[in-house]
């Protein structure tokens, strides 16, 4: 567009002082280097830099080369942006090209729970209005999201080398029931002493995900917690991949897996890649609900629990995700397509794989759920949690020790058969616990 608007200068004069020959010989060799229609490239060469005089003050200067920006009626107006802004906030904030395909069933199920009531006018815009103008409307209210991540993970015993390999590249299972695992630390910051963990399950097919708080890492307790998570899916769980945390790597789970026919598989260590689908859900979920502080104690661990037990109805039900469906490489540059956003529930119901009485179980769980009331419960349980939040325990206080002082110096007996010069000695090693 720039160089175009520098071949309207140059062209400009010449076409408006020449003959008529000429100008259609300038107006001939401007088409052909701008690509504009003749008629169009003729009206800019004629009106470019003419003075028109409006009134008897006023002179207007025609200029080519500036740009106009046309301002266009607004479409949305505030009631429209005041809803998509508060279903937004309802489903925990997502892109808009999420919130777009999550619009249709939340005020579907909006309106039959009836929290929600819209004229027929709004309602037709709210269901019709593009990602692309959700994200601009909400532009505003995307400032606030920055958190920061942490790992935790210790290495696990010399088990895991009876325990295949699996990365990211392997999982091309199309079936539900093929998940990944992963604790996250609710410690403030600080690794010591015992705190409350979440244990995180997702499947890697549909996206579904389910939490559990456990007391601490102990091989019981998330042993424990993969037996309450294996209960509460909506299909059966087929295979288990896990991170080289000695919390999963150990006789117990490797021995339940194989007396259940599931496959068990880990990734390689210090690639979390190898687990993307639960580490992004680790941050999408748990941290953005719970955050980075600490919970020690069966209370904080009870009302996580209480937490998960909401949370999971309101992102498996009502909450869309979008997956990778193919990357391609241009050189450096890479080029990524994902599908359609669809709820875990959407997902599951979309398996050939899952038994049609585990549909219809899900399907009537469903009728019954209200997304304004989940959030309205997740909201009042998130403040409980907070008020559960626990110091950090005192760093191990180092005490102080005097300095003795240096022993007498003792004269060393001399007769005829002594040296002269004192008995050398090795000094005195002070052994000083700080423990």
């Not at 015993?157 to 604790?183: N, S, Y």
């Not at 409350?196 to 097919?205: E, I, K, M, P, R």
């Not at 559960?388 to 180092?398: D, F, G, I, K, Y």
Request: net charge positive.
């Amino acid at each position: 567009m720039s160089e175009r608007r520098v071949l309207v200068k140059a062209f400009a004069g010449q076409y408006q002082r020449g003959t008529k020959r000429e100008r259609s010989a300038v107006l001939g060799r401007f088409v052909a280097a701008s690509g504009y229609c003749r008629a169009y490239a003729s009206w800019l060469l004629r009106w470019h830099g003419k003075r028109v005089r409006v009134g008897t003050r006023v002179v207007v200067v025609g200029d080519a080369t500036t740009r106009v920006r046309r301002r266009r009626e607004r479409v949305y107006g505030a009631e429209v942006v005041a809803v998509v802004t508060r279903l937004w906030k309802l489903v925990d904030c997502p892109s808009g090209k999420r919130l777009v395909a999550a619009l249709p069933a939340m005020v579907e199920a909006l309106e039959r729970h009836g929290e929600l009531t819209l004229p027929p006018a709004v309602r037709r815009q709210v269901l019709t209005i593009s990602a692309a103008t959700i994200d601009r409307v909400l532009a505003p209210e995307r400032k606030q999201l920055a958190l920061r991540s942490r790992s935790r993970t210790k290495p696990g015993t010399l088990l895991k080398h009876a325990i295949p390999v699996r990365t990211f590249a392997d999982w091309d299972e199309q079936r539900p029931g093929f998940v990944e695992i992963d604790l996250v630390a609710h410690d403030g910051g600080v690794a010591r002493g015992e705190y409350v963990q979440t244990l995180d399950l997702t499947d890697v097919a549909t996206g579904w995900t389910e939490l559990a708080a456990v007391p601490t890492r102990a091989q019981v307790w998330v042993f424990e917690a993969v037996q309450r998570l294996r209960a509460r899916l909506p299909f059966p769980l087929l295979g288990i991949d896990s991170d080289n945390g000695g919390e999963f790597i150990n006789k117990h789970l490797m021995a339940y897996c194989a007396n259940e026919m599931i496959t068990f598989t880990r990734g390689r260590p210090y690639r979390k890649n190898d687990s993307c689908f639960v580490e992004q859900k680790n941050w999408s979920v748990v941290r953005r609900f719970v955050g980075y502080d600490r919970f020690q104690g069966e209370v904080a661990r009870r009302a996580l629990d209480q937490l998960y037990g909401e949370l999971r109805l309101l992102i498996n039900f009502f909450l869309p995700s979008m997956k990778l469906v193919e990357k391609t490489r241009h050189g450096s540059r890479v080029t990524k397509r994902y599908d359609r956003p669809q709820t875990p529930y959407a997902r599951v119901l979309a398996s050939p794989t899952v038994d049609d009485h585990l549909k219809d179980q899900l399907r009537t769980l469903y009728a019954t759920l209200n997304p304004a009331a989940l959030s309205r419960s997740i909201r009042r349980l998130q403040r409980r949690v907070a008020s559960l939040r626990a110091a950090a325990p005192p760093s191990r206080a180092v005490e102080s020790v005097p300095i003795l002082p240096p022993p007498p110096s003792r004269r060393i007996p001399t007769d005829s058969t002594a040296p002269t010069t004192p008995t050398q000695r090795s000094p005195r090693s002070l052994r000083v616990d700080f423990s």
